[in-house]
C-alpha cells in the first residue's frame, strides 16, 4: 500500500488523502454498533463505534485480511456534533481494533439510519496482497 500525498500538502490527522495498492480487493458493507445477532447493547456513540469497527475486522478476517488492508473508509454518522464529541474515544477505538494504518476516509452526517438505534455506520474497502 502506498500513501498518496501531493507534495506540499500537509499530512492529514488519522487519514490519508490517497491510497494505492494492488491485491485481492475486499468490500465490506457498512457496519453498524450492534452484536452479531443485530442486538443493540448501547446507545453510545464510541461504543457503537468500536462494535462496528470490530464487525469489520472480522469480515475482512474471513477473506485472510488484517486492519492494515484497509485502504478506504466511509463514516455515515447521525449527528456531527456527538461525532465530534466522542473524538477522543472514538480515536483510542480505532487505535485499539484497526491500528494507525492509513486509510483514505470520508464521513458524512446523514438524517437517519436504517436501523434507528444506529448511530454510525462505516464500510470498509480493504486490498489484500496476493
Known amino acids: ?24 480487493q475486499v468490500f ?45 473508509m466511509t463514516w455515515y454518522v447521525t449527528d456531527k456534533r456527538e461525532y465530534l464529541a466522542a473524538g477522543r474515544e472514538i480515536g483510542r477505538a480505532f487505535r485499539e481494533i484497526i491500528g494507525s494504518y492509513n486509510a483514505a476516509m470520508t464521513a458524512v452526517e446523514v438524517k437517519a439510519l436504517i436501523e434507528d438505534r444506529a448511530k454510525v455506520e462505516i464500510e470498509a474497502t480493504a486490498v489484500i496482497p496476493t
Open 1 to 24: 500500500m502506498e500513501v498518496l500525498l501531493p507534495p506540499g500538502w500537509p499530512r492529514p490527522k488519522g487519514y490519508a488523502n490517497g491510497v494505492a495498492a494492488t491485491g485481492r
Open 28 to 72: 465490506i458493507a457498512g457496519m453498524i454498533g450492534w452484536d452479531a445477532q443485530g442486538v443493540f447493547h448501547t446507545d453510545d456513540f464510541a461504543a457503537q463505534v468500536r462494535q462496528a469497527l470490530e464487525h469489520i475486522v472480522a469480515v475482512l478476517a474471513e477473506a485472510g485480511g488484517r486492519p492494515e488492508h484497509i485502504v478506504r
